[in-house]
């Protein structure tokens, strides 16, 4: 009579468990790639509705659309969030940093801002290369602490 137990020897189990573990290593680092690329696309989505805010705001004022015309790089116009949502151009259920998940600091000093300039056809001052006269903006969010 043969009474030895049938199972799986211990180099066995061991192969199995760090097999699962290196699948786990490689799905992980897949995960949290998506995640950042996901954050980034969000932040970038974020800059292209302060900009477009800001613009609406820009030419719907007649003496800050006067004012940034002569404005370049070195010298540009500084628009506050709160003056954004003040005139109702940004709502502030969007302040939200998706990178970092606080919220945007919108608040009348300190907060975020929005450097606007005008751009020429020609290399301004900061290395941009402009293919056009356009508003270039630059977008400066700050965190509540």
Known sequence: MNNRKRGF???ELLAVIIIIGIIVGISTTYIINVANKTKERSYKELENIIKSSAHKYILNT???????KSTTCSNPIKITFYELVQTQNLSSD???NPITGKNINYSEDGGSYIDVYYGN???DNCNNVLDDYDYRYRVNIVDNK
């Open 94 to 96: 969007k302040l939200i």
């Open 121 to 123: 056809a020609e290399l």
């Open 9 to 11: 020897t211990l180099i």
């Open 62 to 68: 007649t003496d800050i659309l006067e004012d940034v």
